[in-house]
């Protein structure tokens, strides 16, 4: 039992049943609204869109007695649920983001819950050949007899996260309506823009007012996640020389045989998504556009350690001034800008937060489970700038893509474990120390790094 807790939350609850019920209703509500997010945009939030599901959460949120509800400039809903025990103890927060991925079509979806799922293949309508498989998710297979949630096949479900917003709305309604529990003082947070990686504006840890927090933006049953990538961004931009092509014999420079080469001088065996797994870390380009006469080229560098992640930084850099160097007539710049950083830096300098989440795990008959997340969460950036936020599951599978799909008994379990992980708090006699190492925060400050011939 980690420190400062009792062998027994006081009261605690098991009337839990309806959950599935609510869970399943709430997701597939907020999932038919539209709200992806733009990584163009310079707003916040990045789409106009995504008000339709904040707005709806903050009525919400008022309207089942939340306290201090607030929909902030930069898009983010707080909300306050007043402790019922140890008014001196911890705030916890729980968050999830209201954004799906702009990388994958996410109008008009179509929920469709697969009752008691009975194994075998998912066939999605809108597009037969959208097939989830057992055989191909080992997963799936273990969820035989639950509710599954997909979407129809051409479009996301949005369970990431949606799943972790329509738990965190079921929670906040359970606890107000039971008094009884004992818990301290909870906050609600939902953010915009986690997927383009801008779900925490520089005013939320303030805003915020917890001692610890947890996002529910995580996958399988019992899934505690205290280590991510840490990220960086990379911009490259070829500048050629244009000159109409019937006269441009020993004149043109065109930019998209530049931006080709610099393409295909990087790694393609290794140091890319698709062949690393595990702890290894890649350089992605996910964006190319341009004409002849300039090009842009979009990636994005992960690796769970920072001298790692420099070295792909590094690598980047070199690529682009060897083909300005055998080019010097065009310009290229090469602009590397941070992102977040793996929260493990900080949290295992206090573990207490995943302690107590894998306890509340244990509690209710679930084996807890921690390994790197090849990704990040909210919850990356709050850990750096002083906030512990580690991520809980909610059952998202396959996401960004049409075969995401989401068990409502693994959304409802989530549930559970936050009741239960509020109430182990509540009998905590101290707050996490707050984590902010000179020398890591200042690795953790954007580099900017422009390369020109």
């Known amino acids: 039992m980690p ?9 605690a609850a098991r009337a839990v049943s309806d959950f599935n019920r609510e869970v399943e209703e709430r997701f ?34 008022r309207s089942i007695g939340a306290r201090d509800v607030t929909l902030t400039k930069y898009g983010a809903v707080l909300g306050t649920i007043p402790g019922t025990a140890n008014a001196d103890g911890p705030t916890v927060a729980l968050l999830a983001h209201v954004d799906t991925t702009p990388q994958f079509n996410g109008s008009n979806v179509k929920p469709i819950v697969h009752r008691s799922y009975a194994g075998g293949d998912i066939v999605l309508p809108d597009d037969p050949s959208v097939v989830l498989s057992p055989s191909q998710s080992p997963y799936l297979a273990s969820k035989t007899g639950d509710d599954i949630i997909t979407a129809s096949g051409t479009t996301l479900l949005g369970a990431d996260d949606k799943a972790g917003v329509a738990i965190v709305m079921t929670v906040a309604r359970y606890l107000l309506q039971n008094p009884h529990l004992p818990h301290g003082p909870v906050r609600i947070c939902f953010t915009p823009d986690e997927e ?46 244009s000159i109409h092509p019937g006269q441009a014999k020993d004149k043109m420079v065109n930019a998209l045989h ?60 070199q690529v682009c001034a060897a083909i300005q160097a055998a080019e010097p007539r065009a310009r290229i710049t090469c602009t590397i800008t941070s992102q977040y ?19 509340a795990c244990r509690r209710l008959g679930i084996q807890p489970i921690s390994k790197p997340t090849r990704g990040g969460t909210d919850g990356s950036r709050l850990t750096e700038q002083g906030v512990p936020t580690p991520n809980l599951f909610t059952g998202m599978q396959n996401i960004h893509g049409p075969r995401e799909w989401v068990s409502v008994q693994d959304m409802a379990r989530a549930a559970e474990m936050c009741v239960e992980l509020l109430q182990l ?26 390369w020109a011939g």
């Open 3 to 11: 420190t400062g807790t009792t062998s027994e939350p006081r009261g």
């Open 28 to 61: 597939i509500r907020y999932a038919l609204i539209d709200t992806q997010s733009d990584e163009k945009s310079t707003t916040s939030p990045s789409t106009e869109k995504q008000y339709h599901l904040l707005r709806l959460l903050t009525d919400e949120l």
């Open 196 to 241: 383009i990686g801008r779900g925490v504006h520089r005013d939320l840890p303030d805003d915020l007012r917890t001692d610890v927090a947890y996002t529910l933006d995580g996958a399988e049953l019992g899934e505690i996640v205290y280590e991510t990538f840490s990220a960086d961004k990379a911009h490259v931009r070829v500048q050629g020389v």
């Open 258 to 317: 530049l931006a080709a080469k610099i393409v295909d001088t990087l790694p393609h065996i290794r140091l890319t998504p698709e062949t690393t797994a595990g702890r290894e870390g890649f350089i992605h380009i996910y964006e190319m556009s341009g004409n002849a006469a300039s090009a842009d080229l979009h990636f994005i560098l992960r690796d769970f350690e920072l001298d790692e992640l420099r070295r792909h930084g590094e690598l980047l850099q």
């Open 341 to 359: 950083r793996n929260m493990r830096y900080w949290l295992e300098k206090d573990m207490r937060p995943v302690e107590l989440a894998r306890e």
């Open 425 to 450: 708090w509540s009998v905590s006699t101290r707050a996490p120390a707050a984590q902010r190492d000179g020398s890591a925060q200042l690795k953790a400050e954007a580099e900017l790094v422009d």
